[in-house]
């Protein structure tokens, strides 16, 4: 769900976030974003979880946001800059497509060694703006996701934050698959751009794939993330569509 807030109208966006995220009694969503304006860049994107805490990234709400921008006709250029709590993002708009530029905040460990239960496991962790464990595995059908992913996401290992959780599965020297247990929502979402960015990421620097990169989300859409050999350039690429619009009626 995207909001324009740019009025600074919505003052508890937390509490507003539970309610209109709520599947039952809500709209129903995965995250709340609000655009707002900034002094650091054209925009300003704040990301808002179905539990109210707030995040600091989110690589497909950038893009919905972007292309939010260009629904409405706020603006018509098709390069902008947008701030986050990660940082500052360009975004390309080209049709329906569109392109946003990620990042590495925290350096990328591979193959640490967790217990979880009474197994060990191989994990890779990266921060493409939030934290994500990734575990790489033969086939991403087989996971059962939302018993495992509880037991990752607050693993002592990643901290009292926690942690996003991927299960990854390489299908070609340029394609991937892959299944997310998210910080925020405690579900399995349909797709995850942080988290495919992520998955790309790590994926390569073991040398199991070469950019660019496909990868199929648990929608059966695919993303494609764009980056050079050193990782100084990372882009996040996909299409959007707005499925609907609405008034909502605030409770009181």
Known sequence: MVLDNRGMKIKNASSLARQMCERKFGVGADGMLLLENSRL???????????????????????????????????????LTIETKAGLHKAYLEASRVR????????????RQIKAGEKNFTVHTVNTGVPHAIIMVDNVSEVDVSNQGPVFRFHESFGPSGTNVDWVEVTGSKELKIRTYERGVEAETLSCGTGSVA??????????????????????????????????????????????????LAKK
Do not use: H
């Open 100 to 111: 946003v530029g990620m990042s590495i905040v925290e350096k990328a460990i591979l193959n």
């Open 41 to 79: 860049a054209d925009f300003r994107m704040r990301i808002f979880n179905p539990d109210g805490s707030e995040a600091e990234m989110c690589g497909n709400g950038l893009r919905c946001l972007v292309s939010f921008v260009k629904m409405k006709g706020i603006t018509t250029r098709k390069k």
């Open 199 to 248: 998955a790309a990421i790590i994926s390569y620097l073991l040398g199991r794939v070469v950019p660019p990169v496909n990868i199929k989300v648990a929608s059966g859409e695919t993303l494609k993330v764009i980056f050079n050999p050193d990782l100084t350039e990372i882009f996040l690429e996909g299409q959007t569509f707005c499925p609907f619009t609405g008034i909502w």
